[in-house]
């Protein structure tokens, strides 16, 4: 599934309009610790938290995720946007709670996997 | 004339790190990870030696107010980090290798930091980890192989 797609069937807000939204995923990780996201996550995963700092951005970057969803509609500020747009990555705003959003997208996934076989 | 390939080396980078400044962490990870695209275009490789640097950056930043420096090593098939600091010291090394176990203060914990597994991920990121402290600082070396040279180790 790619990023466009997920923006397609999900109310999500896209901070980051510049940037292309063509990238795939096949894998979400949900965690706030910066340590378990550095382990788990990889380029073919979305990344759901509730922080909203720049740190984010270095974990995102280095792990080269294919978008981070801030849940919970928290707002990053401006700052943070202005540099996830110069480091190529995605970042997109949820309304649901952590756990709704990946339940959606787990469902999502599964549904593409099933569709596919 | 092998052991060349690994013992000798002028590429050497040295980052500082700034105390008891969070937001930044992660930078020099990031530049590290950039400097180091230039000797090995693998992006898995990479990750994992940003997982690592990352990790000992944070250290840095969250465990001591003056700061240290990361020192990477670039060999044909290798990269060794040496990160310093002339801070406290783990008083209990057992305790700071135990997953879970944290001294981050309660600010660094609010950002998702000090979860405990820091440590613990470089040394499942790398091939080769070494960590000695004393109340005159601690210092923690790392490698990470490129194992897509027929040469290495």
């Known amino acids: ?117 | 004339m092998e052991n060349t390939i690994t013992t000798s080396t002028d590429k050497k980078y040295v980052y500082e790190v700034i105390g008891a400044d969070f937001d930044t962490i992660g930078s020099k990870a990031l530049a590290v990870k950039k400097m180091l695209n230039n000797y090995f275009p693998k992006n898995d490789y990479l990750r994992r030696l940003g997982v690592c640097v990352f990790e000992a950056e944070a250290n840095l930043a969250i465990h001591t107010t003056q700061g240290g420096t990361i020192e990477v090593l670039v060999f044909s098939d290798r990269v060794r980090i040496t990160a310093k600091d002339n801070g406290p010291g783990m008083k209990d090394m057992k305790k700071a290798l135990t997953p879970g176990f944290s001294t981050a203060p309660e600010i660094a914990r609010q950002l998702g930091f000090g979860g405990g597994v820091g440590l613990n991920n470089i040394k499942r990121f790398a091939d080769y980890f070494y960590i000695e402290s004393s109340k005159k600082g601690t210092i923690l070396t790392f490698e990470v192989w490129n194992d897509d040279d027929p040469t290495a180790h």
């Open chain 1, 1 to 117: 599934m790619t990023i466009q797609q997920l923006i397609k069937q999900m109310p999500l807000q896209l901070l980051t309009p510049e940037l292309e939204t063509n990238a795939s995923f096949h894998d979400v990780y949900t965690s706030d610790l910066l340590s378990a996201a550095l382990a788990k996550v990889t380029e073919d995963h979305v990344w759901i938290t509730v922080q909203v700092h720049q740190n984010i951005l270095g974990v995102a970057s280095i792990k080269q995720a294919a978008a981070v969803i801030l849940s919970e509609n928290l707002m990053p500020d401006q700052d943070l946007i202005k540099k996830a747009q110069e480091k190529n990555i995605l970042i997109l705003l949820s309304p649901f709670t952590s756990y709704e959003t990946s339940g959606m997208l787990y469902n999502m996934l599964k549904e593409e996997k099933n569709g596919n076989k």
